[in-house]
């Protein structure tokens, strides 16, 4: 079965940066778009950003717009999630996972359409 392996969270101050990565063992994630979530204690997942089989991203959340930037390396079969100025608010479990039904992201966020979700990797920002 295929699950997708999170890594690079860890705990970070206000103002930092961390790259997470999005590695898919055994599935080729050349064709699908790659959606990067997110769920912070008590809350519902949410979905941060989408990059597309061509690279084209679209974010979900204004909060990151300026500071995460998603991208993809189809010859290492990872996706990245460069983030920048990092705030306590950010603080969750990040996720990634495939939307096997589209190479494009959608304007809005479809989480049904996602699979072969990961165990997470704990971002924490402390003031």
């Known amino acids: 079965q295929v699950q997708f392996v999170e890594s690079g969270g860890g705990l970070v101050q206000s103002g930092d940066s961390l790259r997470l990565s999005c590695a898919a063992p055994?599935?080729?994630?050349?064709?699908?778009?790659i959606g990067w979530f997110r769920q912070a204690p008590g809350k519902a997942r949410e979905g941060v950003l989408c990059v597309g089989h061509g690279g084209g991203s679209t974010a979900y959340v204004d909060s990151v717009k300026g500071r995460f930037t998603i991208s993809r390396d189809n010859a290492k079969n990872t996706v990245y999630l460069q983030m920048n100025s990092l705030k306590p608010e950010d603080t969750a479990v990040y996720y990634c996972?495939?939307?096997?039904?589209?190479?494009?992201?959608?304007?809005?966020?479809?989480?049904?359409?996602?699979?072969?979700w990961g165990q997470g990797t704990q971002v924490t920002v402390s003031s």
């Open positions: 996972a495939a939307n096997l039904m589209r190479s494009q992201c959608n304007t809005d966020l479809r989480q049904h359409e996602y699979a072969y």
């Open positions: 055994g599935f080729s994630l050349d064709y699908y778009a």
